[in-house]
């Protein structure tokens, strides 16, 4: 059942985008009891026959009966924010519990609307489709989810967690080899592909988007384990976390002297001389890669500074370039490349691109408009809340952190009723300020951050002192209320006139009420 959310802007552009993107998302969804062929796909446009569908929705080609791995980890968060709890629930479990044994632990790529496995990815237990980051991607969304909904069943079901701890221990040890990066085959995507870019005939067995998302796996692993009360499961797995990024940082992703000179650009180290994957003879392979490059501060793993930034501003410039992907979906991913580093005005950018390209026909002559791509609609719906309004979810503590990413175009925008644990919550970023208003649930705790270093905020017109912090080179101020049902509350960039009293530097509020 879908939601009510709905969004106003001073920016018409975003108003119109984020409508369309709501409205084609609702077109997506298939309730219980809904039937339906299964296997169709371009070959056999009507399938093997119908049946009636679990509540899902379209992840992955229109003319195909089926939700993948990659698309449906990418579009859970839009889908959430419409109200479509019981379908990520239906399609994660679905995935997670594809991942027996008998499949080396690896779930299926895609699986038709009724639960079945998708034939055209599917041939045998031995031979289906398998792209690497996908599985880890999968142990994210677990996470992911939980974060936004609060909902016990993604930590304490036996199926899903089942999953991810298999996929941090015994999938990863089936595909380590000298290093600790799990590998692909080097072969194609039955063979098991180490990298979503599907395209590439580079042959690699560990890629960028393959480290990356490991490493997110075990920090999401780490995370659920705690929340389950496994405490040295979980110091292991941010263990594991710790020395995967260092070893990424320090030794894989760097170009070795017997590699030859890396390149200079005057400021370091050239960003197209970064590794992101390598082939089964170990030879470093850097340049441009799509996903192998984007996921890597997508994902997080470069360390925060100047490299990091260089890396940004190449994959800006080669995304526009000739060799850019061709298919509209790739690009979905790059607003979160740069809300992710604080980079609002590119990431902006970008989403207006993908919304631009909605009318356009997609490569894929059967698939029909880049707008019925699902991803397109689902991923501006996420993109909104997670990425302009930089709210960052912890239903299960029954806290929220929010942190205005919004470009020079967009001077007020407000959500309502936006699905978060138990409740809805409203959230408003103009100017200067932020306000947040608990419509439905439990009460909660609110980190509001504000852009830059500021020596004073205001709570509802009363001064306070904030903490300034710097995460990932972006720079903010922060201050934390409690913010009751049916209660608003607003806080702001104190004018000079506004004195602030005496207060510890830890953003304590005039309520005894110190941030986090």
């Not at 499961?233 to 030859?260: H, I, M, Q, T």
Request: charged fraction near 25%.
């Amino acid at each position: 059942m879908t939601g009510t959310l709905r969004i106003t802007s001073d920016c018409e552009r975003l108003v119109a985008m984020f409508d369309w993107a709501v409205r084609t998302a609702r077109t997506q969804v298939y309730p219980a009891g809904w039937t339906g062929p299964v296997n169709a796909d371009e070959h056999r446009p009507l399938g093997t026959g119908t049946a009636p569908y679990l509540p899902t929705y379209h992840a992955g080609y229109q003319h195909r009966s089926a939700f993948y791995a990659r698309d449906f980890a990418h579009q859970a968060v839009g889908a959430h924010l419409l109200g479509l709890a019981l379908e990520n629930s239906t399609m994660l479990r679905a995935f997670a519990a594809s991942a027996t044994a008998e499949h080396g632990h690896h779930p299926v790529w895609a699986c038709n609307f009724d639960g079945t496995f998708h034939t055209i990815d599917y041939h045998g237990p031995e031979r289906f489709v398998r792209e690497l980051p996908a599985v880890f991607e999968l142990v994210e969304t677990v996470l992911h989810l939980y974060r936004w909904t609060g909902d016990r069943t993604l930590v304490d079901d036996p199926v899903l967690w089942a999953f991810c701890r298999t996929t941090v221990t015994e999938f990863v040890r089936r595909r380590t080899a000298r290093s600790p990066v799990a590998r692909g085959t080097g072969g194609g995507i039955f063979d098991g592909t180490a990298s979503y870019h599907e395209l590439s005939e580079e042959r690699l067995v560990e890629a960028g988007d393959g480290i990356a998302t490991q490493y997110r796996a075990y920090l999401a692993a780490a995370e659920l384990a705690t929340a389950r009360g496994e405490h040295a499961f979980a110091a292991r797995c941010a263990e594991l976390a710790r020395e995967l990024k260092r070893y990424f940082n320090e030794e894989w992703s760097r170009v070795r002297p017997a590699d030859g000179q890396a390149r200079r650009d005057g400021r370091g180290e050239h960003p197209a001389d970064t590794v992101r994957g390598y082939t089964g003879d170990g030879r470093p392979v850097t340049g441009w890669g799509r996903e192998g490059s984007w996921f890597m501060p997508l994902k997080r793993i470069i360390d925060a500074g100047p490299r990091n930034e260089r890396y940004l501003d190449y994959i800006d410039e080669e995304a526009t370039g000739p060799d850019a992907p061709p298919n509209a979906e790739a690009y979905t991913y790059l607003p979160e490349v740069f809300f992710a580093h604080g980079r609002a005005e590119t990431a902006w950018r970008w989403m207006t691109a993908v919304h631009d390209l909605r009318d356009r026909p997609h490569p894929v002559p059967e698939q029909g408009r880049n707008g019925d791509y699902p991803e397109l609609s689902f991923t501006l719906v996420g993109q909104t809340v997670e990425g302009l309004l930089g709210l960052l979810p912890d239903a299960p503590a029954h806290r929220l952190s929010t942190l205005p990413g919004l470009p020079g175009a967009i001077g007020r925008v407000e959500v309502r009723d936006i699905p978060f644990g138990d409740g809805l919550l409203t959230l408003r970023h103009d100017g200067d300020g932020s306000t947040l208003t608990r419509s439905t649930g439990a009460e909660l705790s609110w980190e509001a951050r504000l852009p830059g270093a500021h020596t004073a905020l205001t709570v509802d017109g009363q001064p306070c002192t904030p903490e300034v912090r710097t995460d990932g080179g972006v720079t903010y101020s922060r201050t934390t209320v409690r913010v009751a049902p049916g209660r608003t509350c607003t806080v702001r960039v104190a004018r000079p006139a506004e004195a602030v009293p005496p207060v510890s530097p830890g953003g304590r509020r005039p309520d005894g009420d110190s941030g986090r």
